[in-house]
């Protein structure tokens, strides 16, 4: 029985039968033709289909809008790490099939798209990379004014770094959890932001929680429309934002109360209930400081005042309410957000629990 | 003339002399979950700084200079600033709470829509500063030997002379 030497690779010293040579043939032209094509493939697709926000902690799964069926089909990636290149699965099932199937291209084999769009993927791929891509329109949103998807918080961990270290220092759930902050202005809130009064012109921690509020208060018809008070009025008028009513409100001023636990970590010296009863006390007083002074608000009765829980954990809101309340001795001209249990106060100290 | 205020232990503050701070970042290092609390400055000299809405905690600040500098709307708790020269310093909307003044000199600053309870003054002074709007509960003045009350805080600069 003659054995028939037609497999690859062949054996040194074989005699060289025509068969073998059309396999040889075929093999040159293989590599030939579809190497180069699958590098010049590479260099045209060879940046990263997927574009990512400038806000880096933004869920990913909230910037993706868009698919683009087209590309992902028509690239088959090997499931490697960042790069365009066939990855060590790709070259491992390659070399898989061509000893199965005998000749042709080992490289060419391993990089033909062996699964249907829209089937559900047997083998997991490894690569993290989400075959999408977005644009800035759609980053930017199209359903807000100011042109915003990312929340007031993203918004004011990326103007101040005060802001952004105080929120991870007190390991407290993002602010913007407590309530919706996607559907605002995104201008409006850089301007609020801004202190008119301050000597530089930077985002503090306390002007973007004062625009948090202002911003909040406006969506919950709380006020309309607060404004800084521009230069030189604000000289005078030391109030935090002017509002179009409801009402008789023309000015509005902002206070953010925190909790026993902060109070401690910052050694401020009080209880919960002094510093409650303090801030009643003096929003009292602050309503009638600035009264009749030119663009200033005519009496006390056009002066809100938002008292914003936000820091103040869950269990702690109704006595910060309660005592504020009481040194103010009358809840006239006082508002306050972020005051119910909706949304719970995390804590490194709950174990991991929700207070 | 003895200090009504209590401040605490000695030994857990944290002591600074001789030192200039000259931009935030070299004050910034001092602060702590975002207050600076508990810290003695002595013969220190604080310019060209810019802090808002801090609170600013058992601090002492003693034989120090501070110049063009804000901190705006910061709250001051149990502070003491003595023999301190304080020119050019925007302290509007500033609270003090039980903070003491003594041998100080405010020169060109505004401190208007400032806020004082319970603090007292003793030989401090007031020059070509801002005082309006100031609103001051059980604030005292040392004068011609015994501490004088101010009620009325609509001249408040009237008792500094």
């Known amino acids: 029985m003659t054995k028939k030497n037609i497999g690859y690779p062949y054996t040194y010293g074989d005699k060289l039968t025509p068969e073998m040579a059309r396999n040889n043939r075929k093999q040159t032209v293989s590599y030939s033709v579809l190497i180069p094509s699958i590098w010049w493939h590479n260099l045209e697709f060879g940046e990263p289909i997927q574009s990512y926000s400038s806000f880096s902690n933004e869920p990913k799964t909230v910037i993706v809008r868009g698919v683009e069926t087209s590309r992902v089909n028509s690239i088959s990636r090997g499931g490697d790490l960042g790069k365009s290149g066939p990855g060590p699965r790709a070259k491992a099932d390659a070399l898989k099939n061509a000893r199965k199937t005998g000749g042709g291209s080992i490289f060419v084999q391993g990089f033909t798209p062996q699964r249907q769009y829209g089937s559900r993927p047997i083998n997991k791929p490894l690569s993290c990379r989400n075959n999408v891509k977005i644009n800035q329109e759609q980053f930017n949103g199209n359903q807000n004014p100011g042109g915003s998807s990312s929340s007031m918080e993203t918004m004011s961990k990326h103007l101040s770094q005060e802001y952004k270290e105080y929120q991870q220092k007190f390991n407290s759930p993002p602010v913007s959890k407590r309530f919706d902050t996607k559907n605002y202005d995104r201008e409006k809130f850089k301007e609020l932001a801004k202190d008119p009064k301050a000597n530089k012109e930077v985002f503090e921690k306390k002007t973007c929680d004062e625009a948090r509020t202002a911003i909040q208060a406006e969506m919950e018809g709380i006020v309309n429309n607060p404004q800084r008070i521009e230069k030189p009025i604000c000289k005078s008028v030391d109030l935090d934002f002017k509002v179009d009513g409801p009402g008789l409100y023309t000015h509005m001023d902002v206070k953010h109360p925190v909790g026993s636990e902060i109070l401690r970590k910052q050694d401020r010296g009080h209880t919960l209930q002094e510093m409650a009863t303090k801030m009643g006390k003096r929003i009292v007083e602050q309503k009638e400081r600035f009264c009749g002074l030119e663009q200033g608000p005519e009496s006390s009765e056009n002066v809100l005042h938002i008292v914003d829980l936000a820091y103040v954990p869950s269990h702690e809101k109704k006595i910060v309410k309660e005592y504020c309340l009481k040194g103010a001795g009358s809840s006239e001209g006082i508002k306050f957000v972020n005051d119910n249990d909706k949304y719970k106060f995390f804590n490194k100290e709950s174990n991991g629990k929700y207070k | ?161």
Not at chain 2, 12 to 32: C, D, G, M, P, V
Not at chain 2, 61 to 78: I, L, Q, T, V
């Open chain 2, 1 to 161: 003339m003895e200090n009504t205020n209590k401040i605490p232990e000695e030994e857990i503050r944290l002591k600074i002399r001789n030192k200039t701070f000259l931009n935030e970042t070299a004050l910034n290092q001092y602060f702590k979950w975002n207050a600076l609390s508990l810290i003695n400055f002595v013969d220190c000299r604080f310019e060209d700084i810019e802090f808002l809405g801090r609170p600013i905690n058992f601090c002492k600040f003693k034989n120090s200079e501070f110049n063009d500098f804000s901190f705006r709307k910061c709250e001051f708790a149990k502070c003491t600033f003595e023999n301190c020269r304080i020119v050019k310093a925007n302290l509007t909307r500033a609270e003090f709470w039980d903070c003491n003044f003594i041998n100080c000199e405010f020169l060109q600053s505004d401190l208007a829509g400032s806020d004082f309870w319970n603090c007292e003054f003793s030989e401090t002074t007031f020059k070509d500063s801002n005082l309006n709007f100031i609103i001051v509960t059980n604030v005292k003045v040392w004068k011609s030997g015994e501490w004088v009350e101010i009620k009325d805080f609509s001249n408040f600069d009237n008792h500094f002379d």
